[in-house]
């Protein structure tokens, strides 16, 4: 869930970008709202800056990329990315280029939950009700149309101001709901 940052790494011609992928802002579930932990030692990044590759759209028949390194700076999950030459890669990293495509996500696994009823409040970060992924794995990372996580992104840094007014996000729901009830 997240934005690319559109930070090159290198010179003009580059085609590594600096991402964040994950962030810690509440995401409403089938089973309510849900919060990626990023404290220390909450996110396991073995398999992404092993393995990790940049996918379209979580289409794991479109990979357009490679993740060189992955880390957690200020509760945001991080990535230096590389887009491949290949044609279909091109295509994205030409809409990354324009700033059409500016949205990223994560695939990920939950190791660990925490649950927090209404009202209660965990290790003073997070108030209920909400269901905390205290150990996550990230998968993958994709350049996303349409992110869960709007806060996160190519050129959304680790000091981005901005966060989402929450309550508008909660009134497109009720009316997402209130739509598909009819």
Not at 6 to 27: A, H, K, L, W
Not at 42 to 52: C, K, P, Y
Not at 111 to 129: I, N
Request: charged share 30%.
């Amino acid at each position: 869930m997240g934005e690319i940052l559109i930070r090159q790494e290198e010179g003009q011609d580059s085609r590594r970008r600096t991402v964040s992928f994950s962030s810690e802002t509440p995401y409403r579930r089938y089973f309510g709202m849900e919060i990626l932990d990023h404290a220390e030692g909450a996110v396991d990044l073995g398999r992404l800056n092993s393995v990790g590759v940049l996918l379209f759209n979580h289409d794991v028949d479109r990979v357009v990329g490679r993740v060189v390194r992955a880390w957690v700076e200020n509760n945001r999950g991080m990535a230096e990315v590389e887009f491949d030459t290949d044609a279909d890669a091109e295509k994205i990293f030409s809409k990354v280029q324009s700033g059409t495509l500016k949205t990223t996500s994560v695939r990920y696994r939950v190791d660990s939950w925490e649950e927090v009823r209404a009202g209660a409040t965990s290790a003073g970060r997070f108030t209920g009700p909400c269901s905390i992924a205290r150990r996550w794995t990230p998968m993958e990372i994709s350049v996303v149309s349409v992110p869960a996580d709007a806060t996160v992104g190519v050129g959304r840094s680790s000091e981005s101001a901005d966060t989402p007014d929450l309550s508008a996000y909660e009134r497109q729901i009720q009316i997402n709901q209130n739509t598909f009830r009819r």
